[in-house]
């Protein structure tokens, strides 16, 4: 079965898979991924969220949280 951010190439999903892939493994990332894109489908989602530090964070320690900050 392939990736899922293979499956669906927009250009957010690719970028947020890049991103998540340089702080994790591909393993942990294919868990994860459907996830984080339902909380935050598209850039906007994440720029609005009212949480500024650790907006994402997973039931596995070997997937660390994303930090987004508005400032």
């Known amino acids: ?3 899922p951010w293979r499956v669906d190439k927009t250009p957010y999903k690719v970028l947020i898979a890049e991103v998540l892939l340089k702080r994790a493994t591909r393993q942990s ?3 994860e991924f459907h996830k984080f894109i339902q909380r935050f ?3 906007c989602s994440i720029y609005k969220t009212a949480f500024p530090v650790q907006t994402f964070q ?3 320690s070997a997937f660390p949280a994303l930090v987004v900050s508005t400032q």
Do not use: E
């Open 1 to 3: 079965m392939p990736y």
């Open 29 to 31: 990332v294919a868990g």
């Open 41 to 43: 489908p598209d850039f």
């Open 58 to 60: 997973t039931q596995s």
